[in-house]
T-cell receptor, first 111, second 114 residues
Framework: GESVGLHLPTLSVQEGDNSIINCAYS??????FIWYKQESGKGPQFIID?????DKRQGQRVTVLLNKTVKHLSLQIAATQPGDSAVYFC??????????FGTGTQLKVEL | DAGVIQSPRHEVTEMGQEVTLRCKPI?????LFWYRQTMMRGLELLIY????????DSGMPEDRFSAKMPNASFSTLKIQPSEPRDSAVYFC????????????FGSGTQLSVL
């Protein structure tokens, strides 16, 4: 999961395995959440979003789960591929049309 | 669609110099955001505009930082005078307000202040 500090938490997975990246958000009033992927030297790229009235949403090879009770968000990547290697950020909309980003998790896919 | 375009990609300058970062948002988007990314602090929102008007600049670290959006297709972030602690990657992002705040980011400007 994510944490504050100098070192990004790292998740290493084998190619073809499923990945689960976790995020704890801060504001119980947040009503919208997004996962972003950031590859080295590039800007964050939108992956999938979810509103607070849902607890699950699926995309292509990705699923986001939301547990409002414990303020927890997770991103599941099925059949992880080398191209999935990146830093993944969760972001929450705390109102006023602003997003607040977590500190990120480094995903490393091993061949 | 060309996406959000930022320039320059890299900027190396000396302490005390003025730095200007530029951004062209996606055509039709009416919200623009400036973020700063460092290893220590992650992605921090500096300022954002709706319809060219600054809405929230509470993230701007000091008076040395200023941002403008003279029209819907252009914004600048200026640092004057620059300091070594300003070294970071600066991202511009745009969105269509009301579109669930799905931000589209540029490739960023890597700023190094020596």
């Amino acid at each position: 999961g994510e944490s504050v500090g100098l070192h990004l938490p790292t998740l290493s997975v084998q190619e073809g395995d499923n990945s689960i990246i976790n995020c704890a958000y801060s504001n119980s009033a947040s009503d919208y959440f997004i996962w972003y992927k950031q590859e080295s030297g590039k800007g964050p790229q939108f992956i999938i979003d979810i509103r607070s009235n849902m607890d699950k949403r699926q995309g292509q090879r990705v699923t986001v789960l939301l547990n409002k009770t414990v303020k927890h968000l997770s991103l599941q990547i099925a059949a992880t591929q080398p191209g999935d290697s990146a830093v993944y950020f969760c972001a929450e909309n705390m109102g006023e049309d602003k997003l607040t980003f977590g500190t990120g998790t480094q995903l490393k896919v091993e061949l | 669609d060309a996406g959000v375009i930022q320039s320059p990609r890299h900027e190396v300058t000396e302490m005390g110099q003025e730095v200007t970062l530029r951004c062209k948002p996606i055509s039709g988007h009416n919200s623009l955001f400036w973020y700063r990314q460092t290893m220590m602090r992650g992605l921090e929102l500096l300022i954002y505009f709706n319809n060219n008007v600054p809405i929230d600049d509470s993230g701007m670290p000091e008076d040395r930082f200023s941002a403008k959006m003279p029209n819907a297709s252009f914004s600048t972030l200026k640092i004057q005078p620059s300091e070594p602690r300003d070294s970071a990657v600066y991202f511009c992002a745009s969105s269509l307000q009301g579109n669930n705040e799905k931000l589209f980011f540029g490739s960023g400007t890597q700023l190094s202040v020596l």
